[in-house]
């Protein structure tokens, strides 16, 4: 049976509790993983619509903000339940062995992320896909922003899209039993 595609952006529960905040302050929101520069590497938060999105960036996936920790989808949610997180092509190219798994912790963000007031800010990690992922990949298109303008949108995914803790997406070795 061959290795189902794995999700290319996961995020953790307090992630996801913190996207739902600030989407009852702010409205529907969309993600950007910066490239660099004055933000650094850092995973972005907007309204929906405030950050343009060019032809060539690429949609790493749709986070569900009704989910919960291992859930799956039960219906089809709304289009302010959808927070999409997106990657411009070159970051893309760096990052496509890679699921990005979106986290929260203290601190300070970027003075343009929505969640920089709240005393946290999000985290990008990875997890570098194994090689019967890579392979599923292969087969699934990639979304860019003019396809997505188009109506282009992601198949749903038999992988929960919310995990615990980041540790749950991205093992250590060693850390947890039966790690290895």
């Known amino acids: 049976m061959p290795t189902p595609a794995p999700r290319r952006v996961r995020a953790t529960a307090a992630a996801m509790d913190l996207l739902r905040r600030l989407r009852a302050a702010h409205g529907p929101l969309m993600l950007h993983q910066s490239g660099g520069c004055c933000d650094g590497s850092a995973p972005m938060c907007y309204p929906a619509g405030e950050f343009i999105v060019g032809d060539r960036d690429i949609l790493l996936g749709l986070l569900d903000l009704r989910l919960r920790t291992g859930e799956l989808p039960d219906s089809e949610p709304n289009p302010e339940d959808l927070a999409p997180v997106w990657i411009s092509g070159p970051q893309f190219v760096a990052w496509e062995h ?14 343009f992320s929505l969640e920089s007031p709240e005393g946290y800010r999000f985290l990008s990690r990875g997890r570098v896909f194994d090689t019967d992922e890579l ?26 899209q919310v995990v615990g803790e980041a540790i749950d997406a991205c093992p250590v070795p060693g850390t947890r039993p039966g790690a290895g």
Not at 98 to 111: A, E, H, I, W
Not at 135 to 160: M, Y
């Open 98 to 111: 890679t699921q990005l798994v979106l986290d929260m912790v203290p601190g300070r963000g970027s003075g």
């Open 135 to 160: 392979a599923a990949l292969t087969a699934v298109e990639v979304i860019t922003g003019a396809a997505f303008e188009l109506g282009d949108r992601p198949a749903p995914a038999d992988e929960p």
